[in-house]
């Protein structure tokens, strides 16, 4: 089995920053890629961004490359989003996700097999 387990969300003013974390426990040499995903209102899971688990290669949404930076530390087992320049339209739940699986489409949520819990990320002056 695989856990993750997120931190480090919160409130922030329209261009902030946040930094979230992702600690990575289990069968992590099982792992293909480690990444977020994002929910607000719908069913579904918005793809945020995406690491190898590797360390590439690296896949970003279109509406946050530039802003967000994801990266990893294998040998702490932590996978980490800095959000930089952030917007309303941010404001989500954030899950970090991973999969085992390289046949995978990597901003297809439904190909993820191991979640966190999600944590909360509110952009608003």
């Known amino acids: 089995q695989v856990q993750l387990v997120e931190s480090g969300g919160g409130l922030v003013q329209p261009g902030g920053s946040l930094r979230l974390s992702c600690g990575v426990s289990?069968?992590?040499?099982?792992?293909?890629?480690v990444g977020w995903f994002r929910q607000t209102a719908g069913p579904e899971r918005e793809f945020v961004a995406v690491?190898?688990?590797?360390?590439?290669?690296?896949f970003y949404a279109e509406s946050v490359k530039g802003r967000f930076t994801i990266s990893r530390d294998k040998s702490k087992n932590t996978v980490s989003l800095q959000m930089n320049s952030l917007k309303p339209e941010d404001t989500a739940n954030y899950y970090c996700a991973a999969t085992d699986s390289g046949f995978s489409w990597y901003s297809r949520g439904a190909d993820y097999q191991y979640w966190g819990q999600g944590m909360q990320v509110t952009v608003s002056s």
């Open positions: 289990g069968a992590t040499s099982e792992l293909y890629r």
């Open positions: 690491i190898n688990w590797s360390g590439s290669p690296i």
